[in-house]
């Protein structure tokens, strides 16, 4: 089992990015797929989630409006899309898969808002 996730970096505030996650080694439409951050010295936080079959979306209020996160069944790959970046948005972020119990997680790419 994979989950990589790429598209990090540097951003000005205001600026964009697009995060993919790409899995591998279990049957990925069958899974809700999250992305998760963590900010130097703070907890783990859910950003979004979304459905095995990508029809309801849920978002942590800090990003509303401004992310959209999305899947393609097809590639084995969920995306987030960041507009509008705060400097708090710096963390790494994290790909993550849940069915039942099951839990998988991916390496995280770092995400950085400064000017």
């Known amino acids: 089992v994979q989950l990589v996730e790429s598209g990090g970096g540097l951003v000005q505030p205001g600026g964009s990015l697009r995060l993919s996650c790409a899995a591998s080694?279990?049957?990925?439409?069958?899974?809700?797929m999250s992305w998760y951050r963590q900010a130097p010295g703070k907890e783990r936080e859910l950003v979004a989630d979304?459905?095995?079959?990508?029809?309801?979306?849920n978002y942590a209020d800090s990003v509303k409006g401004r992310f959209t996160i999305s899947r393609d069944n097809a590639k084995n790959t969920v995306y987030l899309q960041m507009n509008s970046l705060k400097p708090e948005d710096t963390a790494v972020y994290y790909c993550?898969?849940?069915?039942?119990?099951?839990?998988?997680w991916g390496q995280g790419t770092q995400v950085t808002v400064s000017s």
């Open positions: 979304i459905t095995s079959a990508g029809g309801s979306t």
């Open positions: 993550n898969g849940r069915l039942g119990p099951l839990r998988y």
């Open positions: 080694g279990f049957t990925f439409s069958r899974y809700a």
